[in-house]
């Protein structure tokens, strides 16, 4: 099954949700930011991830965003200005 790389940011308003977001979103990515995750994922892997962040979050007040960026091997699409962590290599997250 073919993976896409997506990009996961989120803005949750309570700490505690917070925590159990980061959490969740961890399981299947690598943390490029503070907020934000960088995710080589299964199209089930996707809509499972969705499932649980759409049960951990309040949608009144939280906002998380999925952003398909295509083949996990095309690093084109990054633009950094200032330090940043190296990408990660193309591979499934092992929890």
Known sequence: MARRRYLVA???RDDRRLR???TCVEGYGYRIQYSVFLCDLSEMEVIEMRGE???LIKTTE???MIVDLGNPGDTSKFVF???HAALPVS?????
């Open 53 to 55: 962040l759409e049960q």
């Open 91 to 95: 591979q499934a997250v092992i929890v």
């Open 81 to 83: 200005i200032g330090p």
């Open 62 to 64: 939280d906002s998380v």
């Open 20 to 22: 159990t977001v980061a």
């Open 10 to 12: 989120y803005d949750i």
